[in-house]
């Protein structure tokens, strides 16, 4: 068995010691992350335009004989994306 020299044990002493830093680090990424993806997030006619496409094209796809199930949920999800991205890019053409 591996013999830990006392430095290491005072620095990991140390480390489980500062529950303030650790909450604060734990804070400050909740934090980040959510600013991350409050400016990712689709603006309201984006919004309008996904729902819109994603409607269309869940008729289309099904029609086409696609179904979503867990043999064939591969193909169904790359037919309603190759749709979606159709879709989506015609409508924002037409805006």
């Known amino acids: 068995m591996k013999h830990t020299k006392d430095s290491e044990v005072k620095i990991a002493y140390k480390m489980g010691q500062s529950w303030g830093h650790q909450i604060?680090?734990?804070?400050?990424g909740i934090l980040v992350t959510m600013l991350v993806v409050w400016v990712t997030?689709?603006?309201a006619d984006e919004r309008l335009i996904n729902k819109q496409c994603f409607r269309q094209c869940k008729v289309e796809v099904e029609r086409e004989g696609?179904?979503?199930s867990f043999l064939s949920s591969r193909d169904y999800m790359a037919a309603?994306?190759?749709c979606h991205n159709e879709c989506a890019s015609l409508r924002r053409r037409g805006k």
């Open 24 to 28: 604060l680090a734990v804070v400050i």
């Open 66 to 68: 696609h179904t979503m």
């Open 41 to 43: 997030l689709p603006n």
């Open 80 to 82: 309603m994306k190759e």
